[in-house]
């Protein structure tokens, strides 16, 4: 180190220094500012880049959101409509059932009319037949001789048994 002091010289010191200065003016100049300005932008660009991309992420989950409620939204309309159709379908059947019960219980009625209608018609002829059977039978023990009960009892025995019923 010594050595080192001994061979120090102020006019080399001198030149060294004012060539580190220049240099330093230079690389200030030609280097370092435009260094600094293109890190700056870099800088700037990639704070914009982070702010964009953050805007785009809550935009984002705005957007899931709606998406979201939408879905519900048409979720809850299906159940709706759903339900509706449920219950106009049910209505629909309960009205149809009723319908065709009133339907058949009028058929029922108008079945038991006309068979209470046959029935007194059948009724009525049945009457009548015995009735003319009754003035036949009568008619002919009239005319024949009444002499012999016995003869009275077997002709009347016998128009009955030849008495058919239509």
């Known amino acids: 180190m010594w050595k080192l002091i001994n061979d120090f010289s102020f006019g ?3 030149w060294q220094i ?3 200065i220049v240099l330093i003016l230079l690389l ?3 280097a370092w500012g435009p260094i600094l300005n293109s890190l700056n932008s870099r800088e700037e660009g990639i704070k914009d880049a982070l702010e964009s991309a ?3 992420r809550i935009e984002m989950q705005n957007l899931k959101a ?3 409620k939408l879905l519900q939204d048409a979720r809850a309309e299906r159940d709706a409509i759903l339900r509706e159709a449920r219950e106009m379908k049910e209505k629909v059947i309960t009205d149809a059932s009723e319908e065709a019960q009133k339907k058949a219980d009028k058929i029922v009625a108008q079945a038991k009319e006309s068979i209470n ?3 007194q018609a059948a009724m009525t002829e049945l009457k009548n037949q015995v009735a003319n059977l009754s003035i036949e039978i009568a008619e002919k023990v009239i005319r024949k001789e009444l002499s012999d009960k016995k003869e009275q009892h077997a002709m009347i025995e016998k128009m009955i048994g030849n008495a058919k019923l239509n």
């Open 54 to 56: 953050e805007k785009a």
């Open 12 to 14: 080399l010191f001198f």
């Open 18 to 20: 004012a060539i580190l």
């Open 66 to 68: 709606d998406n979201e």
């Open 28 to 30: 200030k100049k030609y």
């Open 117 to 119: 209608l046959e029935k």
